[in-house]
């Protein structure tokens, strides 16, 4: 090779890393939710934790298991936020906390375990307040 095609398969090569990573980064972008839209997506009446509760409590473990998968990522995506309010430990320990529940709540359907859903369930409705009372 000479030195000058070196030098373009070496620009061509680094062009490509420069583009790919920046694909990367915006595809992440639009793929991690606001927390503003996990909070629409996961707590509430018609919210996955509620889905996955009575998906448990009839049986229905494709649901359950599907949505307890869901809710991983949400937690995933919410620990990855960065809170408007409140300080950086402060929300790693609320996030900390819902990944844990929610991590209960999954792998009580991957096992079909009823009660250990309902548990997860049960936990997940006491952490709102002290999460917004520091950070919403
Ligand atoms: C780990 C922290 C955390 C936990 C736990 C949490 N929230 Fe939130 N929630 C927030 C933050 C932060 C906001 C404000 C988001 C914003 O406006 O950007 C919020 C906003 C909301 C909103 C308003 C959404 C909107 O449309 O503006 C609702 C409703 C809500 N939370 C419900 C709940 C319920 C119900 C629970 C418990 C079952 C809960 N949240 C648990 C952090 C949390």
Known sequence: MT???RLVACLSITAFAMTFSTYAADDKDKKTPT???IM???PGKNGLVAKTSTAAKDGNWDEAQKDGK???TYSEALSKNVAKKGD???WEKHTKGFSEIVTEIADGADKK???AVQAGVKKFGATCKGCHDAHK
């Open 3 to 5: 030195s000058v095609r």
């Open 88 to 90: 950086k430990e402060s």
């Open 35 to 37: 927390t503003k839209e």
């Open 40 to 42: 629409k997506k996961v």
């Open 70 to 72: 869901e809710l991983k």
């Open 113 to 115: 375990d009823n009660a």
